[in-house]
């Protein structure tokens, strides 16, 4: 009868144990490319919304309905991670910057791509990246609450970088 119990407290704990260890290690993560690029930044929106789709197998990293975004000279940076659940769990950081070479000697274990497309139409940021491919992923992301401020902020970032 209580075998039930012991087996669910069991697994619930196993589950926290690795979603806290893989934040932890997440957290490290954040702050040292935050106070990295800290001195560049020109933009940062705090917890904004956001919806992803993916395709590939590659696509765990992605999944996420809140991120942080900085914004600097050469570079979009996203902190994705998802709150709507009972533990926040953190995604792997992504940089989408045409500077792919620098970026990713400056920092190896993130998630370092070429914007494939981005789209601004009713107030809403539309991000195309990563690569179509069964083996890789791409992944398209919706920024649909952002301020006029923050949205034309970056379609002007944008159009400076030809994006």
Not at 92 to 118: A, D, G, M, R
Request: proline share 3%; net charge positive; glycine share 4%.
């Amino acid at each position: 009868m209580f075998e039930p119990l012991i087996g669910f407290s069991l697994f619930f704990l196993v589950m926290f144990l690795i979603i806290k260890f893989g934040n932890r290690q997440r957290e490290k993560q954040y702050e040292e490319l935050i106070e990295n690029i800290k001195p560049e930044t020109k933009l940062y929106i705090y917890q904004t919304k956001s919806s992803t789709m993916t395709w590939g197998l590659k696509n765990t990293n992605f999944l996420f309905n809140r991120c942080d975004i900085y914004l600097t000279e050469t570079a979009i940076i996203i902190l994705g991670f998802t709150k709507d659940s009972f533990f926040k769990q953190l995604s792997i950081p992504i940089i989408l910057t045409k500077e792919i070479e620098k970026y990713s000697q400056k920092f190896p274990l993130y998630y370092v791509k070429k914007v494939n497309v981005i789209s601004f139409e009713n107030n809403i940021v539309k991000i195309d990246f990563g690569e179509k491919d069964i083996f890789k992923t791409e992944v398209k992301l919706k920024l649909p609450h952002l301020s006029e401020i923050d949205f034309r902020k970056i379609k002007l970032f944008a159009e400076k970088n030809n994006w």
